[in-house]
């Protein structure tokens, strides 16, 4: 059975730092394509980062780039999401998404066609 259980959500002040952290289990994580998410309310869900085909890290937008670093061990079956110079507008909860890797090798990337998702943690940005 595929887990997928995300922490280090928290409330900072804007220009804050958080690590959220994704452990898996029930996966070989090296097969397994990962991402993260985030929704906030009244918001539709939206892509923060994710592992591409080949291996490269891609970000869901420019206002990400150069805040929000992913990462990942595979040692540890963690996926990892360093948020630095956070804003407001980054409050939401993140969710973490995993999904084998196909036949090919591929991988989802910056789509939402992942098949497991976590319980997610919440991130709120005060200014």
């Known amino acids: 059975q595929v887990q997928l259980v995300e922490s280090g959500g928290g409330s900072v002040q804007a220009g804050g730092s958080l690590r959220l952290s994704c452990v898996a289990s029930?996966?070989?994580?090296?097969?397994?394509?990962m991402g993260w998410f985030r929704q906030a309310p009244g918001k539709e869900r939206e892509v923060v980062a994710a592992?591409?085909?080949?291996?490269?890290?891609?970000y869901g937008g420019d206002s990400l780039k150069g805040r929000f670093t992913l990462s990942q061990d595979n040692a540890k079956k963690t996926l990892y999401l360093q948020m630095n110079s956070l804003k407001p507008e980054d409050t939401a909860m993140y969710f973490c998404a995993a999904r084998a890797r196909s036949s090919g090798g591929s991988c989802p990337g910056l789509s939402q066609n992942y098949h497991y998702w976590g319980q997610g943690t919440q991130v709120t940005v005060s200014s």
């Open positions: 029930g996966i070989i994580f090296s097969q397994y394509c």
């Open positions: 592992i591409l085909s080949n291996g490269d890290f891609a």
